[in-house]
Structures are given as C-alpha cells and as structure tokens.
C-alpha cells in the first residue's frame, strides 16, 4: 500500500520562487495537498529561496497569490530556507564530525581535471575521492589557503532504490554517484542538502514533484539514510506538453496561473482540469473539489505526459461558471465591466448573468456580453443601418413602437408574447423583426433572445433607442 499505518501523511511543495506560479507547480502542489487531505495528514508549504540571485521577494508573493487563488491552504508553512541556514550548517557539522561527509580541498580545476581523465577512458565523469577518508588510507596534507568544500561520502557499492508512487520501481547504481558537495567553500550549503534535512525535520512522508527531480531522488535517500533518517516515498509525475507535444512554456499562451485569473477562469474550473492532467479517477471529467479528495488515489497518477488542451479547459470553466449563482456572478464581473468602461450598476446584472451564462465560457466573455447593457451604447454604423434597416424593415418597426408603447407588462414573457402576436399579425417570420430590432436598439446584429434583452435594457431605453433610431 501506498502508505503506511505508522507514518503520518505529510506532503510539502517545496516551489524555488523565481518567477509566478506555474501550472506546472499548481499540479504539483495541488497533488500533494490532494494526498494530504484524502489521507487527513498535512500539507506544508515550503519556499527553496535558497538561489539569492533568481529568488525575489515578488516571486515568493506570486506564488502564495497562486496557492491562495486555487485555495490550496497549507497546515504548516511557509517555511523559507533562508531561514533555516543555521540548522543546516548544524547537520553539516554533525556529519563532518561522524564521518559521512568530508572536507574535499580539491580546487575547481582539479576536479575538471578529474573529470576529463575519466571521459577520456570511457568511464563517468565524476570526482575520484582524493579527499575522501577511507580505513588505512592516508590523505594529502592540506594545502594553504584553499577553502575546502563539503562532499557527502556516499556509497560507493550497491544500489539506491526506490519504488515510485507514479513510475514504479527505479533504481540507481551507487557506482554512478558522485561524492555531492553539499556546502560550497564560503559554507553555504547546497540545494539537494537543503531538500535533504527539510523532508526529514518536516517529516515528510510522501514527497510528489515533477519527474525533473528523478536524478536528485537517489542522493537524497542516501544522505537521508546517511543521516538515520527514513527516506519519504517519492512520487515523480511526469511534464506538461503543450498542445503540440513540446514542453509547455510560454509559446503555448499563458502559463502563470494567475494569468487564468484574469482571462476569466474560476479557480474551480483549475482545480478541476489541472487535477485531470495527470490524473483520474474512471471516466470522470467534472468533479468537486471535495470529490477530488475524496477519491484522491496517487495510484492513479498517469506514467506519461499530459498535454495542454485549452478547449478542454473552456469547457471545464463552462461547466462550473453554470454551478455559480447569478448573484455571484455579477459580484465577480462587475469589475471586469468597470474596466471595460461600462457601469456593472446601470443594469440588472444578476439577471444580466443569467442570460448569459449558458452561452459563455469565462468571467471575461460575460463581460464582454454584459456591456449590451451595462457598457456605452454605440448605436448602429452607417453600413449596419444600410444593410438592415430597409423601407420594409422600418416601417415594421415603426409599427412594432407604436404596439410597445402600449405594452404594459415589461417582463421577457411579456414581451416574447407581444412579438410573437405582432409577427403573427404582419405575416412575417421571426428574424424579419428581430434583427432590425436588434439593430435600432442595440446597434448589434447578434444578440441573446430578443425578448430577454428588450426585458433587460428596459421600457425607457428601448422606446428612447427606437424611436432615435426611426428619426435618423
Ligand atoms: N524547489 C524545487 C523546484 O521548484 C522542488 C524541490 C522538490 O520538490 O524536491 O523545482
């Protein structure tokens, strides 16, 4: 089984904040906050800020924005590994003075040099243990002003194995691994160290991250073990593609998450499509968050890639935009309208959302469409009335006013009922008053339901709109 009765589930993201939130890292993440909660363990948050020159403090802001906006809320964290240097350089001490890592005062160029004879043969490159203490074994007296580095002594025999959550068993020939250096000469200690004492101080069960860290997970269970420590099972999913079967990145359109955030996406609707990328649970395509968890099976991670399907994913927003109320709705599009230069007060946008809701895929197609209503009224080009508004056309809705004017109950029903007796009445088929109506009133040719958004624009604005629009 996947876990173990005596261990408490712990999972960690552990971002390194050098940019925004990917959606790379957004799955990650929600994986492991997924396991932590089917499991009812913890899932920390922890900031591998480590890389002074690519990490900022904006960057570790775009991340919490991102792991806020999908609601992915840690338990414990976030820890910065800024923070934590102390305890590092701690452990590196305790090693040192218990023999499983040791001062290497091998310079760069030595090491090269190391490496070259080795290629030269045919064999790994990899550093020949000049300064690794062995029994019996006398080492070169160290040389005057060298700040020594720190290496792991790591196995030299045997193998590193582990079986994956995602990809199953993977071993490693501890033959092909080199002594890591794990604190640089000023005693800085080094990103693999840093992951190392965090999972095991954090006691992390459960470790799920991109399959880019395959390589890291060999020497982390080695210096875990080094350290008396039980190794976490590890999990490696695979990458995201775009739609052409590359590595997704930013030729594919956005890959922040907060990008999706302002083209209009609902952080359900993410929850939802990046869980599928990756994961399944049967046929299902839409499902909770809750169900998410409730039928979280790190089993069923996929072996291979997903790919980028945005279709895929307006579909999803589609589908939850429709689960959220109008009320809602309207609260989230008003500022959208706003910074479109409409006015989300001018009009009823509950009802305005309703209409539209069955007919849009984000927050931003709402708006876009709420602006009939809500946004400048642009009447029709010259071109539109040319094509539209003929003689028969006019002198339709010139009788369709005087009818209106008279009309008292302003409701859609009310109004679908008026058109439809006036159709009747004229011998004309519906778009023959439809689309010149449209026309006069909205200044679009294509509109929702005539009747609705007659409804919606209101007595006065229609009669005002109609009758400009007859004088003109
Ligand atoms: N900080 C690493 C990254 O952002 C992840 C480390 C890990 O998950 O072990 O790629």
């Given at each position: ?14 971002p390194?904040?050098t ?10 993440a ?11 363990g913890?899932?920390?948050l922890?900031?591998?800020d480590t890389?002074l020159?690519r ?18 809320t ?17 452990v ?8 499983t ?17 080795a290629?030269?043969i ?24 060298i ?23 993977i ?6 691994l080199?002594d ?40 982390q ?12 099972r ?6 995201i ?18 990008e ?39 089993r069923?991670?996929s ?15 589609a589908h939850?935009?429709r ?38 895929e984000?927050?931003?197609?709402l708006?876009e469409?709420?602006?009939l ?19 028969a ?21 009310g ?20 689309i010149?109506l ?21 007595r ?13």
């Amino acid at each position: 089984m996947t876990v173990s009765a005596q261990r408490p589930v712990r999972t960690r993201f552990a971002p390194s904040p050098t940019g925004y939130l990917h959606l790379g890292g957004a799955r990650t993440a929600l994986f492991s906050w997924a396991f932590a909660r089917h499991y009812g363990g913890t899932f920390v948050l922890r900031i591998e800020d480590t890389d002074l020159e690519r990490s900022t403090p904006k960057a570790v802001q775009a991340i919490l924005d991102g792991m806020q906006w999908l609601a992915l809320t840690p338990d414990e964290g976030p820890f910065y590994q800024m923070q934590r240097m102390d305890r590092y350089r701690a452990v590196i001490a305790d090693m040192l003075a218990k023999g499983t890592a040791y001062y290497c005062y091998s310079t760069p160029e030595e090491v090269e040099a190391m490496r070259e004879r080795a290629r030269a043969i045919g064999a790994k490159p990899r550093y020949d243990g000049t300064w690794r203490p062995e029994p019996g074994k006398t080492l070169p007296p160290i040389p005057e002003g060298i700040r020594p580095v720190v290496r792991f002594r790591s196995p030299l025999e045997g193998v590193t194995a582990w079986d994956d959550l995602v990809k199953g068993p993977i071993s490693f020939d501890n033959g092909e691994l080199d002594d890591l250096v794990i604190a640089r000469p000023d005693g800085t200690p080094t990103y693999n160290f840093c992951v190392v004492v965090d999972d095991w101080d954090m006691q992390i069960s459960h470790v799920i991250r991109g399959d880019d860290h395959v390589n890291n997970t060999p020497r982390q269970i080695n210096i875990l073990r080094a350290l008396g420590a039980e190794p976490p099972r590890y999990g490696h999913v695979p990458m995201i593609l775009g739609p052409d079967g590359e590595k997704l990145s930013k030729r594919h359109g956005a890959v922040s998450v907060m990008e999706y955030d302002k083209l209009g996406y609902l952080p359900e609707a993410m929850v939802n499509y990046l869980a599928r990328l990756g994961w399944s649970h049967g046929n299902d395509e839409l499902f909770t968050r809750e169900q998410l968890v409730e039928w979280f099976d790190p089993r069923h991670l996929s072996r291979s890639a997903a790919q980028w399907d945005p279709k895929k994913l307006n579909w999803v927003n589609a589908h939850v935009l429709r689960q959220h109320s109008p009320e809602d709705l309207a609260q989230r599009v008003a500022p959208r309208i706003s910074r479109r230069g409409g006015n989300p007060q001018a009009a009823d946008l509950p009802a305005i959302m309703a209409l539209l809701r069955e007919r849009s895929e984000t927050l931003e197609d709402l708006a876009e469409g709420a602006l009939l209503f809500c946004g400048p009224y642009r009447p029709a080009c010259a071109e539109l009335r040319a094509e539209v508004l003929d003689e028969a056309a006019v002198s339709l809705l010139r009788a369709f006013l005087v009818q209106s004017q008279a009309q008292a109950d302003w409701s859609e029903a009310g109004l679908d009922a008026l058109i439809k007796a006036f159709i009747k009445e004229h011998g004309v088929k519906m778009p023959k008053l439809a689309i010149p109506l449209r026309v006069a009133v909205t200044g679009q040719k294509h509109t929702p339901s005539i009747g609705a958004v007659l409804a919606l624009l209101g007595r006065t604005t229609v009669l005002e709109r109609l009758e400009a629009s007859l004088k003109a």
